[in-house]
């Protein structure tokens, strides 16, 4: 997929750049955008305030997928946006390594915001009537089951490490090999799945 970047901000074009190296395209006129097709767009939040919603809608309809980053952001913007359509949502700023992971995981279809949004989100989630967790869990091996409980509270890789008294590296290879056997794509689908 191409990488289109907009922004009514010269310093956060720069910024985004540099994070992605030549992988991408810098589009001065946002009319240009709803051409576009199959493209990952990053656009910064004030370039499209007050209209997100009608130029998340324009840019979807041609299969693009769309990372909002925002100068100060905010959990009830990055839960608004999600809702809109946006695939991922951060801080305009955030070190270039996040900006990779970002474009890695919209790449593959998933949703991307940061780890503490991503946690507030499971958090907020209703714990459903026990969707018979033994019989969604049996796949996993034990330790596997252990992790999968924990990331479903809402605990990230780093958090789960602790508890488990394992590294971060290893709570990152359980969680793949849990998304794959429980079919999800993330954290928040196995949080869903699982509540």
């Given at each position: ?148 409980l924990l990331l479903k509270d809402g605990l ?40």
């Amino acid at each position: 997929m191409n990488i289109a970047l907009y922004s009514d901000d010269v310093n956060l074009l720069s910024h985004w750049e540099k994070s992605l190296g030549k992988n991408c395209e810098i589009f001065e006129d946002i009319e240009i955008l709803f051409a576009l097709k199959n493209t990952i767009i990053i656009i910064n939040y004030s370039a499209c305030i007050g209209g997100c919603e009608s130029v998340l809608k324009r840019l979807n309809v041609n299969l693009n997928r769309v990372l909002i980053l925002h100068r100060t952001p905010s959990f009830e913007v990055a839960k608004e946006l999600l809702k809109m359509g946006a695939f991922g949502y951060g801080n305009a700023l955030m070190n270039s390594h996040f900006v990779v992971s970002a474009i890695n995981a919209i790449k593959e279809g998933m949703v991307w915001l940061y780890p503490e949004y991503t946690s507030q989100l499971i958090l907020g989630l209703d714990e459903s009537d026990n969707k018979n967790k033994e019989t969604l869990l049996s796949p996993l091996s034990p330790r596997e089951r252990d992790t999968a409980l924990l990331l479903k509270d809402g605990l990230t890789y780093n958090e789960v490490a602790q508890r488990l008294d394992i590294t971060p590296r290893t709570v990152k290879a359980h969680a793949q090999k849990i998304y794959t056997k429980l079919q999800v794509k993330d954290r928040l689908a196995l949080a869903l799945l699982l509540k």
